[in-house]
């Protein structure tokens, strides 16, 4: 095919789409972060302000309720303690969202490609899920004794559901026009895989990631609740027994920053991994069209 | 151009295609015969449900005939064909790559040589006027240049035949008009074997050197009409063309007759 030069030398060619809306400046970046902050922000602030006042005013005991005074001297005491219960948990925590993943990334890839094993493995799946997993935690200990395994384990059956359902949802919902486009291309199953239905699976299984992930740090905290020597939960637990308000409380929100980190973890990583998607998009107002 | 081959490229005989579901069974072709030389544009008019998508994806070795055959360049086709190029009514690209990968996809599953994939590419990308939009994702062109990447990637690998499945359906009269002038140059250029199917009597007239018009369900060739017209053809020159009027109103004929009753 001859093609003539002339279009290629033209200095100025079409520019609509040309420049994508990628690429913000700093100032803009600084001002949607602002802007996405400032309402829980402000909801956060009243509430701990309602806190603040409600216990200064002694309006409940603080054996139920402790000042915020109160918890962040506890904070400051215990602070290597803490920081190390905390360091088992998010330990515990990450490992067992990490084998979830794993784990539930094969089961979904291996229910989305065969009629076989979906009825086989899903009847199982559902099973293992709709048992309370605090219920099983006492044996889970019993099994696997007073270490990290148990918590590990109880944080992947929690988290193992939600990357399942999400991951054959999104290798399922491949456009069958172009799984008949790479048929034409004599792709392989696994070229099939890689270039079209995993990508084209990530948002749905990055929804999924994100309620894992949150849901890894329940199983690792009822798996110290059962039976452990360190951890969050453990922490906690103790601190109910000595009517530790004030501990139990420091140990509650480290619990649940711990969530939030590893929440904002993934939603980065989905950020960069589906920069493309829909979801992603219609987080950014600047698209005019 | 290297791909372009001699004799008869496409060899439909006797074809039939039963689809059953579980109470049912619908026809959807029916006794359907049909030889298509190489270079020939071959447009294929019909109601909707005639089957001609069906024809189109039996070709391809998509779907496989109840009855009868059909070839590619002399070989019996059996399962999906990689020597064909694939155009679908949506564009079906992928989100997550820009348009230039987009095209390449198609070089990367075949495992061409890269540097000519990429050459063949920009290309493909200056004659359809997507130069600039490169990097673009698919959501940030238009229809109409949606439509182009899908070309250029059913281009890529210089198919000797193209099969078209409605792919300017969904577009708007100009850009359609703009990017039948665009095929048909493809088409002079390539040599490429085309078959395309259609809902517009006026593209198939426009694109063909011959018209196949299909009968409702279940589908069959009723008519085979050439278009005695030069193979470059200019939109305002054809629209004007007594051939060109006697033709469209001979097909609108044709179908008018069948969905009447």
């Known amino acids: 095919m001859t093609v003539t030069n002339e279009t290629r030398a033209d200095p100025a060619p079409p520019t609509p789409a040309r420049e994508p809306v990628r690429r913000i400046d700093i100032g803009t970046r600084l001002l949607r972060l602002v802007d996405a902050i400032w309402?829980?922000?402000?909801?956060?602030?009243?509430?701990?302000?309602?806190?603040?006042?409600?216990?200064?005013?002694?309006?409940?005991?603080d054996y139920l309720v402790p000042t915020p005074v109160q918890v962040w001297e506890r904070t400051t005491q215990d602070w290597s303690s803490l920081m190390y219960h905390s360091y088992v948990t998010l330990y515990e925590t990450v490992v067992g969202f990490l084998l979830a993943s794993v784990l539930g990334l094969a089961t979904a890839v291996a229910i989305a490609y065969s009629r076989t094993l979906e009825r086989t493995?899903?009847?199982?799946?559902?099973?293992?899920?709709?048992?309370?997993?605090?219920?099983?935690?006492?044996?889970?200990?019993?099994?696997?004794?007073?270490?990290?395994?148990?918590?590990?384990?109880?944080?992947?059956?929690?988290?193992?559901?939600?990357?399942?359902?999400?991951?054959?949802?999104?290798?399922?919902?491949?456009?069958?026009?172009?799984?008949?486009?790479?048929?034409?291309?004599?792709?392989?199953?696994?070229?099939?895989?890689?270039?079209?239905?995993?990508?084209?699976?990530?948002?749905?299984?990055?929804?999924?990631?994100?309620?894992?992930?949150?849901?890894?740090?329940?199983?690792?905290?009822?798996?110290?609740?059962?039976?452990?020597?360190?951890?969050?939960?453990?922490?906690?637990?103790?601190?109910?027994?000595?009517?530790?308000?004030?501990?139990?409380?420091?140990?509650?929100?480290?619990?649940?920053?711990?969530?939030?980190?590893l929440f904002v973890i993934v939603e980065v990583l989905e950020a960069l991994l589906i920069p493309w998607h829909a979801s992603r998009r219609s987080a950014t107002p600047l698209t005019t069209s | 151009m290297t791909s372009v081959l001699t004799g008869t490229a496409v060899d439909v005989k006797n074809l039939s295609v039963r689809f059953r579901s579980k109470r049912s069974s619908t026809t959807a072709l029916d006794d359907v015969t049909m030889r298509v030389e190489a270079g020939e544009f071959i447009s294929i008019v019909g109601p909707s449900g005639c089957g001609k998508s069906t024809l189109l994806?039996?070709?391809?070795?998509?779907?496989?005939?109840?009855?009868?055959?059909?070839?590619?360049?002399?070989?019996?086709?059996?399962?999906?064909?990689?020597?064909?190029?694939?155009?679908?009514?949506?564009?079906?690209?992928l989100e997550w790559r820009g348009v230039r990968?987009?095209?390449l996809l198609q070089a990367e599953i075949r495992g061409i040589d890269k540097a000519k994939a990429a050459r063949r590419a920009d290309e493909l990308i200056e004659l359809t006027g997507l130069a600039g939009f490169e990097k673009a994702l698919p959501h940030e062109l238009s229809g109409g240049m949606q439509q182009r990447v899908a070309l250029c990637r059913a281009l890529l690998h210089e198919p000797p035949v193209l099969l078209m499945d409605e792919p300017f359906g969904a577009l708007d009269a100009l850009t359609r008009e703009q990017l039948n002038a665009e095929l048909n140059k493809i088409w002079r250029e390539t040599g490429t074997t085309i078959l395309l199917v259609t809902?517009?009597?006026?593209?198939?007239?426009?694109?063909?050197?011959?018209?196949?018009?299909?009968?409702?369900?279940?589908?069959?060739?009723?008519?085979?009409?050439?278009?005695?017209?030069?193979?470059?053809?200019?939109?305002?020159?054809?629209?004007?063309?007594?051939?060109?009027?006697?033709?469209?109103?001979?097909?609108?004929?044709?179908?008018?007759?069948?969905?009447?009753?």
């Open chain 1, 121 to 261: 493995l899903y009847p199982i799946v559902l099973f293992a899920q709709v048992i309370p997993k605090i219920a099983i935690a006492p044996l889970i200990v019993v099994w696997f004794g007073n270490d990290l395994a148990p918590k590990i384990i109880l944080a992947v059956l929690i988290a193992f559901f939600p990357v399942v359902v999400s991951g054959v949802a999104g290798l399922r919902s491949t456009d069958p026009e172009l799984l008949e486009l790479s048929a034409t291309m004599g792709a392989s199953r696994w070229q099939t895989f890689r270039k079209i239905r995993f990508p084209n699976a990530l948002p749905h299984l990055m929804a999924g990631e994100k309620v894992a992930v949150t849901l890894a740090v329940v199983g690792a905290v009822v798996g110290e609740f059962v039976g452990a020597s360190e951890g969050l939960g453990y922490q906690l637990m103790i601190a109910n027994g000595n009517l530790d308000a004030p501990l139990l409380f420091a140990a509650l929100i480290l619990m649940s920053l711990i969530g939030i980190l």
């Open chain 2, 199 to 261: 809902h517009s009597i006026a593209e198939a007239v426009f694109l063909g050197t011959r018209v196949e018009v299909m009968s409702p369900r279940p589908g069959r060739l009723m008519r085979t009409l050439p278009v005695d017209l030069p193979r470059e053809r200019d939109y305002a020159q054809v629209m004007t063309d007594p051939r060109f009027g006697s033709l469209t109103r001979e097909i609108r004929q044709l179908l008018g007759a069948h969905e009447s009753h």
């Open chain 2, 101 to 103: 990968k987009n095209i």
């Open chain 2, 57 to 93: 994806k039996v070709v391809a070795g998509l779907v496989k005939p109840s009855d009868g055959q059909v070839s590619l360049f002399g070989d019996e086709v059996k399962g999906a064909q990689r020597n064909i190029g694939f155009a679908f009514q949506r564009a079906a690209l």
């Open chain 1, 39 to 61: 309402r829980p922000a402000a909801l956060l602030a009243l509430i701990f302000v309602a806190w603040w006042v409600i216990t200064a005013q002694g309006w409940v005991a």
